[in-house]
């Protein structure tokens, strides 16, 4: 089983739509929680970090719950260049390795 | 801009050849991340740096690679003998201000043939 699992999509919407991806992860131990975004052939770029309490950035709404191991990101009203893959990732010891999971690809059509 | 360079940003390579990656970081960080991404796939971890000193590294990392950091500024990742499923784009990272998360330099993207 992955470290960090997600459903690879890809998600396809219209814009203006609200779209979820959800996101699980196995060690309990993990202590910080991110969603990145990354465009096709770039490097992945810092979309928001993830709380507990949740916290939003704009169009962009992201909640961890720590009991169920499950990481959520909620897009309001997509733009077309919100078209791209949003990895979950999940930091288990301070200062060392980050874990990705395979992403989901979403692309948003006029 | 994330304040990392890599160098080259692609490379061609025959089956057998080896290859060398650099990794800059225009500012001093003390720590220096490498991670690996293949096609359809999240980055997976390779190794990592504290300074100088190579701390930690994964069990992707076979005999055949080897990373350096020698003067605990830019780090070299070295290939030798490739190989068909080396093929992929190999990403440099320094950690945030707040040292959760990290930053992403442009990678590499190597093609084995």
């Known amino acids: 089983r992955k470290e960090v699992e997600q459903d690879p999509g890809p998600f396809n919407v219209p814009e203006g739509a609200t779209v979820a991806f959800n996101c699980t992860y196995s060690?309990?131990?993990?202590?910080?929680f991110f969603w990145y975004r990354q465009d096709c052939r770039k490097e992945p770029k810092l979309l928001m970090s993830?709380?507990?309490s949740g916290n939003e950035d704009g169009r962009f709404t992201a909640q961890l719950n720590r009991a169920s191991q499950y990481i959520s990101l909620l897009i309001r009203d997509s733009k077309l260049s919100d078209s791209a893959t949003y990895l979950c990732?999940?930091?288990?010891?301070?200062?060392?390795?980050?874990?990705f999971g395979t992403g989901t690809r979403l692309l948003v059509s006029p | 801009d994330t304040g990392v360079s890599q160098d080259p940003r692609h490379k061609i390579t025959k089956r057998g050849q080896n290859v060398t990656f650099r990794c800059d970081p225009i500012?001093?960080?003390?720590?220096l991340y490498w991670y690996r991404q293949t096609l359809g796939q999240g980055p997976e971890f390779l190794t990592y740096?504290?300074?100088?000193?190579?701390?930690?590294k994964s069990r992707l990392l076979s005999d055949r690679f080897s990373a350096e950091r020698p003067k605990g500024s830019f780090s070299t990742l070295e290939i030798q003998r490739t190989e068909q499923g080396d093929s992929a784009m190999y990403l440099c990272?320094?950690?945030?201000?707040?040292?959760?998360?990290?930053?992403f330099g442009p990678g590499t993207r190597l093609l084995v043939l």
């Open positions: 990732v999940v930091n288990a010891k301070s200062f060392q390795k980050l874990v």
């Open positions: 060690n309990s131990a993990s202590q910080s």
């Open positions: 993830v709380y507990s």
């Open positions: 500012s001093e960080h003390n720590r």
């Open positions: 740096f504290q300074n100088e000193a190579q701390l930690e």
């Open positions: 990272a320094i950690p945030a201000v707040n040292q959760e998360t990290q930053y």
